[in-house]
């Protein structure tokens, strides 16, 4: 089992920055693939962007590339979602998973085993 708990939204203006941070316990985060997924109001959950187990590989949505930036620490037992740029287009509650998945699979919030409780986005114009 693995408990997933994501920090760092909040409340910004547009342009601005935010780092979420995705902090796991319960068993060593090197073991799975780690995504992070949005809601935005009213709508469904989509996929943001996603890492392999080792960070040689990364995987972005075509509305953030260029802004956002995946990375993980293994040591440290975390992943991170640099998000650059950020516009109101971006509010939503983020979302941090994980799960034993490879390739396109990595897509798919479906597919992911463990989730955090979310951290909320706002972006104001």
């Known amino acids: 089992q693995v408990q997933l708990v994501e920090s760092g939204g909040g409340l910004v203006q547009a342009g601005d920055s935010l780092r979420l941070s995705c902090a796991a316990s319960?068993?060593?985060?090197?073991?799975?693939?780690m995504g992070w997924f949005r809601q935005p109001p009213g709508k469904g959950r989509e996929f943001v962007a996603a890492?392999?187990?080792?960070?040689?590989?990364?995987y972005l949505a075509d509305s953030v590339k260029g802004r956002f930036t995946i990375s993980r620490d293994n040591a440290k037992n975390t992943g991170y979602l640099q998000m650059n740029n950020l516009t109101p287009e971006d509010t939503a509650v983020y979302y941090c998973?994980?799960?034993?998945?490879?390739?396109?699979?990595?897509?798919?919030?479906?597919?992911?085993?463990?989730w955090g409780q979310g951290t909320q986005v706002t972006v104001s114009s």
């Open positions: 319960g068993r060593a985060i090197v073991t799975y693939a």
């Open positions: 890492i392999t187990r080792t960070g040689d590989i990364t």
């Open positions: 998973a994980a799960g034993p998945l490879r390739g396109s699979l990595l897509r798919a919030g479906s597919q992911y085993n463990y």
